[in-house]
């Protein structure tokens, strides 16, 4: 039996953070008397970012006196007192080690059950002024829970907690902690835990989608997930020949410097080519490979921005015989092997990625359902039409729609929902962001699971920057102070070139300090929302993650450049 030692709450307030100002409700007070439990909250108590905090599955934080104590010895410090830690509920006698999820616990006249453990947020270093602190307690196997209210009720500070049901399979918060968070995991416990029906929805899916990816690993697909073709940094390519698609798309087929063939990539994949003619530095650009992935050479088709100085220099200089420095072929977007029907949507220049995944389902002459649906302004920017239509007359269950917008012919959600989907569709989806978010939301107001529509985003990646209020937006810029004389770092999606300065304690801090787009949450190199591509050159890092990410890839916020380096950000 466990007993509530202080019931705590705090309303979200702003918070200076060096130049930024955070909104969190992580300061509580301790309560005296007794305190309203509710199904989202306790009463006097609010969250700042309620994408990664409160809601159902979230609606009360604990933590434990045993893990106060050894904080204390561990931080050699003497100031921690009830609420420290952000918690609603600080209580004794339930141990990370010994508590499941899905456990169930009586406090006062009010139920609730264990649903997963604590998110790892920068905050929670924020407030205790210790930045490492979220990789601490997973490494500590110390997180703290949350509880999902199941009967509302009254707690007070000296309530006994009574567990009055154990959770399916009995996995303890410090065990699951780990499966999420550290490598080497147990695959029989990942596989127990997305059968507990108590895990919060946002954990069960990224079990899954692990579970997913171990599972692709062992079935030879064609290559393991994060593993990329071909070679490090960029090489030279030469342009064997070139095509106008449309007055506006010039076509580049690219072959290697030698005789043999290039690395298949995955259809959707992408090229980041180096330009030198195009300017100083040689601007970088990523296009999608829009070819069949296994002709033994590359295809990328780019569309002419009289705005875009790469793409005008491309359209105008490129001829049979240049040449090219690209990186390997890259990226997540790609059509991954299956039997269930397959739609293909996009918009404009947006066709490319897709029209290799067209490719590589007419060379295997597949017999799934297959819809490709396409928009542009008329005929005549009407890039692949005959490409496309060969590649579907060859395909036995596939067919076209193409929506011509000069003629008011609108792909939206009516003419997706008239195509009768069912449930188990795959759909990728590449065109302007405004597009992928409408035909999103169609998609999934017909019922096809979100999580089944992939997308693919060549701008800068939406920022994920938790509890940070919004500032004017700024283009990625050179930072403030004196430049840096250390290794160049090239954002490609951003387009900027900087040069390290170690006064910055990561590359994510000298990211923030540009304005390029960013993704965080712990800070601490253990929740892998950082993760970004690398493109070129070599980092180390500063303070070592607990799990590596993937091979190519880097957490930025525990890392600096070791040599010039080019990042996909």
């Known amino acids: ?58 609606a009360v934080m604990v933590y434990q006196t045993e893990s106060y104590d050894f904080w204390k010895h561990y931080l050699k410090r003497d100031d921690l007192q009830a609420g420290h830690f952000g918690e609603n509920f600080t209580i004794t006698g ?39 602190m979220p990789k601490l307690l997973v490494a500590q196997h110390r997180p703290g829970f949350y509880f999902r209210v199941i009967t509302e009720g009254q707690v007070r500070a000296g309530d006994d907690i ?23 995991r147990n695959i029989d416990q990942l596989r127990k835990i997305v059968d507990v029906p108590a895990l919060s929805p946002g954990w069960r899916q990224s079990f899954v989608d692990m579970l997913a990816a171990h599972d692709s690993r062992t079935a030879a697909t064609p290559l393991p997930i994060g593993t990329e073709p071909g070679w490090n ?41 180096k330009v030198p003619g195009a300017g100083k530095p040689a601007p970088l650009r990523s296009y999608s490979l829009s070819g069949d992935p296994a002709a033994g050479e590359y295809r990328i088709s780019v569309k002419r921005d009289e705005h875009g100085w790469v793409s005008r220099w491309l359209c105008d200089h490129i001829k049979a015989g240049s040449s090219i420095e690209a990186a390997a072929p890259r990226g997540d977007f790609y059509l991954a092997e299956g039997s269930t029907p397959v739609v293909l ?52 269950r596939a067919r076209q729609r193409v929506f011509y917008t000069e003629l008011h012919d609108r792909l939206d959600h009516d003419a997706i ?50 509890g940070i209020v919004a500032a004017p937006p700024r283009s990625p810029h050179q930072p403030g102070g004196p430049p840096g004389s250390g290794p160049a770092i090239t954002f490609a ?22 304005d390029v787009p960013t993704r965080f949450s712990c800070r601490s190199g253990v929740c892998h929302v950082c993760e970004t591509g690398v493109i070129a050159g070599t980092t180390k890092y500063v303070q070592s993650p607990l799990e590596p990410p993937n091979s190519g890839s880097v957490l930025i916020c525990s890392a600096e450049p070791v040599s010039d380096v080019v990042l996909d950000l």
């Open 1 to 58: 039996m466990g007993k509530l030692v202080s019931v705590n709450v705090g309303m979200p307030k702003d918070v200076r953070w060096g130049e930024r100002v955070v909104h969190t409700g992580i300061w509580k007070t301790a309560l005296d008397g007794p305190v309203a439990v509710r199904r989202l909250n306790i009463d006097g108590d609010g969250q700042g970012d309620l994408a990664g905090h409160g809601g159902e599955h979230r």
């Open 233 to 273: 940094g960029f090489r030279s390519l030469r342009v064997s020949a070139t095509s106008l698609e449309t007055p506006q798309v010039l076509s580049i087929r690219l072959r290697a410097d030698g005789d043999g063939p290039l690395p298949t990539p995955l259809p959707g994949q992408y090229l980041t080519v």
């Open 417 to 466: 929902a008239s195509l009768g989907l069912s449930a188990d569709t795959t759909v990728y989806l590449c065109g302007p962001t405004q597009f992928m978010t409408d035909m999103r939301s169609a998609l999934t107001d017909v019922g096809i699971d979100s999580a089944r529509v992939h997308s693919e985003l060549f701008g800068a990646l939406l920022a994920i920057n938790p």
């Open 345 to 396: 949507i996009s918009a404009g220049i947006g066709a490319t990625p897709l029209l290799a995944m067209l490719h590589t389902l007419a060379a295997a002459v597949s017999s799934r359902e297959i819809w490709w649906l396409h928009t542009t302004r008329n005929h005549k920017t009407h890039a692949f039409a005959a490409e496309v239509t060969g590649l579907i007359e060859s395909l036995p």
């Open 94 to 132: 339930l141990a990370d080690a010994d508590v499941c999820i899905g456990d169930r616990y009586r406090i006062g006249t009010a139920e609730f059950e264990v649903t997963q453990p604590r998110v790892t947020c920068f905050r929670v270093g924020l407030r205790l002024g210790v930045p490492e």
């Open 493 to 514: 999606r951003s387009g900027l070139e900087v040069n390290w300065s170690p006064s910055y304690g990561s590359i994510l801090e000298l990211a923030e300090a540009c």
């Open 162 to 184: 009574v567990r009055s049901r154990r959770g399916r399979h009995e996995l303890s918060v410090a065990d699951v902690d780990a499966l999420l968070y550290l490598p080497d």
